[in-house]
């Protein structure tokens, strides 16, 4: 079965400071991967996803990830984190012939100024 | 239109009461999800509709009850819910399913708070 395991349920960055967020997958063939962010109170909004086209793979918010699958890894960054990217963020998988998409433990980021 | 419409944003029942939540899509899509996240967790699966028929069951007690009515209308109807049920129910929907169908728009939300 797919799983999905992000390293770090809390990261606390500076403001313009890299931010660097961990997801690494458990699957038997490529899957698909995405990574979601969730504001407080809201719904899970779309950053991007990897469906077997570039490796790397740029987002919104200026987020990217790079799928390895040498390392069965898909890490989310971004070069400079701003205030507004405090929040919580799923790494998720869904195989290629499924519906299922089954979420990682989340990493809350917080933002010092 | 890429929304995904919850309604009722916030909900508080009691544990006899029977109310149903409502979530809507106008972008086509021909798979809907219902999701339940508890508080600092990530979202569970509850059920998948492709095509309108139930697909996916992840062994959710009766007291749910899901309805796909059409192609852009999902209910979740509740009845007799325990007060660990109180969660945030998150609805969703993508184009169809497995392939290049991949990813799920999701709705705001309804908070449900049983008491």
């Known amino acids: 079965a797919q799983s999905v395991t992000q390293l770090g349920s809390h990261v606390s960055v500076s403001e313009g400071a890299l931010v660097l967020l961990r997801c690494n997958y458990s699957?038997?063939?490529?899957?698909?991967l995405f990574w979601y962010v969730q504001y407080p109170n809201q719904g899970l909004q779309l950053l991007l996803k990897?469906?077997?086209?570039?490796?790397l793979v740029k987002g919104i918010n200026g987020f990217e990830a790079e799928f390895k699958k040498s390392e069965t890894s898909f890490h989310l960054t971004k070069p400079s984190a701003h205030m507004s990217d405090a929040a919580e963020y799923f790494c998720?998988?869904?195989?290629?012939?499924?519906?299922?998409?089954?979420f990682g433990g989340g990493t809350r980021v917080l933002v010092k100024p | 239109d890429t929304e995904v419409t919850q309604t009722p944003k916030h909900l508080v029942m009691g544990m006899t009461n029977k109310k149903s939540l409502k979530c809507e899509q106008h972008?086509?899509?021909?798979?809907m999800y219902w999701y339940k996240q508890k508080a600092k967790k990530p979202p569970e699966l509850m059920f998948v509709?492709?095509?309108?028929?139930?697909?996916i069951n992840e062994s959710v007690p009766s007291r749910f009850s899901p309805e796909c009515p059409n192609s852009s209308l999902l209910n979740l109807h509740l009845h007799a819910l325990q007060p660990e049920d109180s969660a945030l129910y998150l609805c969703?929907?993508?184009?169809?399913?497995?392939?290049?169908?991949?990813?799920?728009?999701f709705g705001q939300g309804t908070r449900l708070t049983v008491v």
């Open positions: 969703a929907s993508s184009t169809g399913t497995g392939g290049r169908s991949t990813e799920a728009f």
């Open positions: 699957s038997s063939v490529p899957p698909y």
């Open positions: 990897y469906t077997s086209a570039a490796t």
């Open positions: 998720a998988v869904k195989e290629a012939a499924g519906n299922k998409l089954t």
């Open positions: 972008m086509g899509h021909r798979a």
């Open positions: 509709y492709s095509y309108e028929k139930l697909s």
